[in-house]
Structure formats: C-alpha cells, structure tokens
C-alpha cells in the first residue's frame, strides 16, 4: 500500500517523459493514485508519453486560457474519476520575446500571456476543479524562485513572482473549505520547458549560488563542511 493509495489526481504539465510532470505522474501512481491527465497543443505527443507510465492514464485536452475548456473540466474530468484528491499545476509558458534579455523591450501583449498562463492559470485551474474536490484536498504547483532577478529569466520571474502571490491569496480563500495549496521548486533542470528559456545554461550557472537553499551557502551559515 502506498501513501497515496485511493487518492485521485489531475496531473497538468506534462509534454515528454522529461517533465517534472511525468515523474510526479508516476511517482503518485506507483503509491497507489488513480491519476488522470491534460494536454494542450500536441496532445497526441501528450498522449503516447501517457503510455510510458505504470498505468497508462486518460489525457484530457486543456488551455487555460479558453473558457470553454474550463467550464467542461469536471464534467470530462468526472468521465473517469468521481472525484479529485489533488491537482498538480504545472504549466507555465511565456514567448521568446519576454525572456533572454529582452526585459526592457518585450510588449505588454507577451508580457500577459506569460501572467495568464504561468500565473493566473493556477486560479483557473482550481476553480474548475473545486467542484470535484472536498475537504482534505490539495493544490500543488510548480514555482521558480522569485525572490531575485535571474539572469535570462526576466518576464517569466515576474509571471512566478505573481504565481507565488496567487498561491497565498488561493489559500487564504480555499483554506476554510479544508483545501490546501502549496509551491514546489525543483530549481532549473533540464526538462522541455527549459530548453525553450534563451540562455538558460546562464540561468542554471548562477542557480548554484543564489538559490535560495544552497550546500555553500548552507555550509557558510551553520558553519559546517558535511
């Protein structure tokens, strides 16, 4: 019996068996959840990925940013669960135009898209799910640290910073329904995602020293080598 054995969950975010994603996918089915998957753009790709996992699961289509989608969540959803014991958000997306560099120069229009979608999405998605969900049910999604300015990152640090302040406002909101909601921050890994960041071996080279959480600077705060 695993820790999540019984548990129902809608996995987002995952586009190649590379995805963080894929790996909480199957992680949460070898302890014992049901889960259920969305894709959006190329959801056949989404769909043969879904193969690779323990038990391969149903892979719903799902923009964020269409109303529509939203709206038929729980009813599709429903189709194969008859609930939902968690949601993991891991979408996040921001044209080329807004990253690498290009802070000073990228146009509101992009600059939105990367809020909509990396930020806002996190309240959209938990509002088409609330129906399914009850007390003792938990929101995840996936944060880059947004304490700091990175390197390359620009815009896209801004949309996390604003999904770090979405997940406190969501909590306040959803807490007294018994439903919580939590960051996780991986650090920069070398996933799909990150491939589409330009420069981001800038990124992940200064991750080693000013993430918030480092062996270094641990080492220099207690006064420890081990």
């Known amino acids: ?66 109303a529509g989608h939203l709206d038929s969540l729980a009813d599709r959803v429903r189709e194969h669960v008859d609930g939902l014991d968690g949601v993991v958000h891991g979408i ?17 229009p992009d600059v939105a ?3 909509q979608v990396s930020a806002y999405s996190l309240k959209s998605l938990s509002m088409a799910a609330l129906p399914l969900m009850s007390r003792g049910g938990s929101v995840v999604a996936m944060d ?44 920069p890994l070398r996933t799909m995602a990150a491939k589409s960041i330009p420069g981001f071996d800038v990124l992940a080279k200064a991750w080693s020293g000013r993430a918030p959480c480092t062996c270094s600077r641990w080492a220099a705060a207690t006064g420890r080598t081990s």
Do not use: C
């Open 113 to 115: 898209t990367a809020v």
């Open 1 to 66: 019996m695993g820790i999540l054995d019984g548990k129902r969950i809608l996995v987002t975010g995952v586009l190649t068996d590379a995805s963080i994603a894929f790996h909480v996918a199957k992680v949460a089915q070898q302890e014992g959840a049901t889960v259920v998957l969305t894709g959006f753009g190329r959801l056949s790709l989404v769909e043969r990925i879904a193969k690779r996992l323990p038990d391969p699961p149903p892979v719903l289509e799902l923009d964020v940013t269409d």
């Open 144 to 187: 880059f640290d947004a304490s700091v300015a990175w390197p390359v990152y620009d815009w896209m640090g801004v949309a996390k910073a604003a999904l770090e302040s979405t997940s406190r406002y969501l909590a306040r909101f959803l807490g007294p329904q018994g439903i919580r909601v939590n960051l996780m921050s991986a650090g």
């Open 92 to 108: 996040g997306f921001a044209p080329g135009t807004a990253m690498g560099g290009n802070f000073l120069s990228t146009p509101w």
